[in-house]
Structures are given as structure tokens and as C-alpha cells.
């Protein structure tokens, strides 16, 4: 049984680890199953539940949505074949689509909805679902569009930012100068990050630039002060940027070996060998129980897979488990969702909010030797009320 705190489920990759059910269950008649969903169906369960991708969209986003079906049936096949019936549904990545497949979806008897990716998607999306009192765990990363029934399941800037500044305040940070683009992402990146430092009393200084070698280096050189008088350096913004920003501001004087270097959780994407980011720390996922599933992903599917697979395979599993937990009538109330002790899986431990956020544990990582290397482990339970 899975039932008091976080113990144990019965995965050999950890399963979902759940609170307390939900004893206060209203009587609610099982849903109606339409015959023959529109979509890819994979299981036969009695509770129907609906995953919302972009399987048709051009470019990188496809690969995301291929992973995100594939760590769901994966799911499917170690937890939900005989508790619930996921039904695929391609959005193409358009608004105008999603909320056509939600409201598909609520049709055919759907009583959760997974998906869909984007802000714009979800958004439509809700406008069919909630009417039909359909919950959502929605894989978007920005919190504009979250809200009690519409929980984003995936990791936020907030959380991140949170934590990160947190680690280096409690290390000694005082002053630290950031670097973001002069994008949405960056506007919303630096109003996290003057909040978290406000919170913090440090010194925050805000250096934007343009995505472009000129663009980076003259912002580089224009706050060669700034950064020489600040104890720390953050860059949240991964892939090949760290470096850049970095080699930049050492060629315009800055004494970057001197200064503690922070980054953000997408930091997975930046190439830790490179000699300029050696002892920079950033926040990230709790991978303990995810290096398991991606060697059973790669074998199955024939490559490693990132977070959005663990996302879906996570979602997918709690999905089933609630069905196991509360029975097929009402499995996804409000209270079964917004369990204050919440659940382990794949990428460690989470909590879903009222506020339609998840709460994650976040390890916090230090790059050395070329690698990623534990310096703090993430919370592995949340103490529930």
C-alpha cells in the first residue's frame, strides 16, 4: 500500500510515491466512455485520461512531444494498462487545436487531461476543460497561465531562482550582477531574480543583451564595473551563452576566477568542459531514480531522454495511481491533486499547489572535473498538514 507519507510503490524505477488518499470522496457516477476515442489509445482501463502533444509541429518541438508519448506509455505499460485509458491527441502546436482536442476529450468522457506544452495551448485548452470540470497537469513553464485546475506539472524559473539564490545568499553572496536577454524569457527571469534577492537583502544588478556575439559582448564591456564590484555572477540562461558571457567579461578585465558563478536549470544543456564554467553551481533535478529510466528509454526507443520524458512518464504514473488510490468515480478531486505531503517519482519529489505550480525538489550541482557533481541533495518529501 502506498498510502501514509511517501513510502514505497512497487516500481523498480520508484513509481510514484503518494500522500494520503482521498477519504472524503462525494458520490460521483463513474464517467460514460465513449466508443472509439479519436486519437493513438493505449490501455483499457475504465477512467479515461487524454495527453495532449504536438506530434505535427515542425522543428525541435516534435522531438519534445515524441517524448513526452513515449514516456507515457511507458507509464502505461509498467503502471496504467488495466486502471485508466490514455488517449494521444496531436495539437500541432496550435491554440485553435488544443482547445478543439480538450473539448474532444471532455466529450469522449476524459476525467484528466495531460498537456498541453505550450502557454498559448493550455490556455485554450482550459477554456474547454474547465467548464466540463476537467482537471489539467499541463507541461508549459510559464506561470501566466496557471491556476487551481490548470496545474503546470513542469519546472518553473521561479523555482529554480528560488533556489539557487537561496544556496548562494546562505554561501556568503552579497552582490551579484545578472545576465539576461533582452527577451520575454529575460523580463521574466529578472523579475524572479529581484524578487528572490530582495527577499535575500543582496545587492542585485541587471545587465541585459542581445542574443548575438556583438550583442554579448558589448554588454560584457559596458558592465566591466558591476561585475568587478560584485561578489557573484548569474547567468540563467543555458546552452552555449555561459561561456560566451563569461569569455566576454574576462576579455573586458573582469577577474571572473574571483567570483562565484551561478546558473539555472537549464544548465543540463551547457557543455560543463569547457575551462570558464569550473566551479559554477546551478539547481537541478533530483536525478537518483532517473538514471534507471533512461537506460530502459534508450533501450526501448534507441536514445536518451531529457526531462520531458520523465515529465510524462510522472504524470501518466500519478494518473494511474490516484485511479488506484480513490477508485474510478471521482480519482482526480481537488484534494487528491493538492496532496500537502505529495509525491515522489521519477524526477524526485513534488507537490501540486492551489496556485497551479508544483512545488520540486532541487538538487544544487557544482561543475567540476568537467561534470555536474552533487554539493546538496533535493528535498525527498514535503511535510503535508
Known amino acids: ?123 485554450a485548452a482550459s477554456g474547454a476543460a474547465q467548464p466540463a470540470a476537467i482537471p489539467m497537469l499541463a507541461f508549459s513553464t510559464d506561470t501566466s497561465v496557471a491556476r487551481r485546475g490548470v496545474y503546470l506539472f513542469s519546472y518553473t524559473p521561479q523555482a529554480d531562482t528560488k533556489r539557487i539564490i537561496g544556496y548562494a545568499t546562505s554561501n556568503g553572496s552579497q552582490s551579484i550582477t545578472a545576465f539576461v536577454p533582452r527577451n520575454a524569457e529575460g523580463a521574466l527571469r529578472e523579475r524572479i531574480f529581484r524578487e528572490e534577492a530582495g527577499r535575500a537583502g543582496i545587492t542585485a544588478n541587471i545587465v541585459q543583451y542581445d542574443r548575438t556575439p556583438q550583442g554579448i ?21 543555458g546552452g552555449p551563452i555561459p561561456p560566451v558571457i563569461l569569455g566576454a567579461l574576462k576579455n573586458s578585465g573582469v577577474d571572473v576566477a574571483s567570483k562565484k558563478i551561478l546558473g539555472s536549470g537549464t544548465w543540463e544543456s551547457v557543455k560543463t568542459s569547457d ?77 501540486i499547489r492551489g496556485d497551479g505550480t508544483t512545488d520540486r525538489g532541487l538538487a544544487i550541482y557544482k561543475i567540476q572535473s568537467g561534470r555536474g557533481t552533487l554539493v546538496e541533495g533535493a528535498v525527498s518529501s514535503f511535510s503535508g498538514s
Not at 490501455?43 to 506530434?55: E, H, Y
Open 1 to 123: 500500500m502506498c498510502f501514509a507519507g511517501l513510502v514505497a510503490c512497487s516500481s523498480t524505477d520508484g513509481g510514484i510515491r503518494t500522500g494520503l488518499p482521498d477519504n472524503n470522496l462525494p458520490e460521483v457516477a463513474e464517467k460514460v466512455l465513449s466508443p472509439n476515442p479519436k486519437g493513438e489509445v493505449i490501455g483499457n482501463g475504465k477512467v479515461r485520461v487524454a495527453l495532449l502533444v504536438p506530434t505535427s509541429i515542425p522543428g525541435g518541438a516534435a522531438a519534445v512531444a515524441k517524448e513526452l508519448r513515449n514516456g507515457a506509455a511507458m507509464a502505461m505499460a509498467d503502471f496504467g494498462q488495466n486502471r485508466i485509458q490514455l488517449v494521444i491527441k496531436d495539437t500541432a502546436g496550435q491554440a485553435a487545436v488544443a482547445q478543439t482536442k480538450a473539448g474532444e476529450a471532455a466529450t469522449e468522457g476524459a476525467s484528466l487531461i495531460l498537456g498541453p506544452l505550450f502557454a498559448a495551448n493550455v490556455s
Open 217 to 237: 559582448q558589448a554588454a560584457a564591456a559596458g558592465a566591466t564595473q558591476t561585475a568587478n564590484l560584485s561578489d557573484t555572477i548569474y547567468i540563467p540562461e
Open 275 to 351: 575551462p570558464l564554467v569550473q566551479n559554477a553551481t546551478y539547481p537541478g533535478r533530483d536525478i537518483s531514480a532517473f538514471n534507471g529510466f533512461a537506460t530502459r528509454y534508450q533501450s526501448q526507443f534507441g536514445a536518451r531522454p531529457g526531462v520531458q520524458a520523465a515529465l510524462a512518464y510522472d504524470a501518466v504514473t500519478l494518473a494511474s495511481e490516484l485511479v488506484r488510490v480513490n477508485g474510478t468515480a471521482n480519482p482526480y478531486s481537488r484534494n487528491s491533486l493538492e496532496s500537502n505531503r505529495g509525491y515522489k517519482g521519477i524526477n524526485g519529489a513534488f507537490r
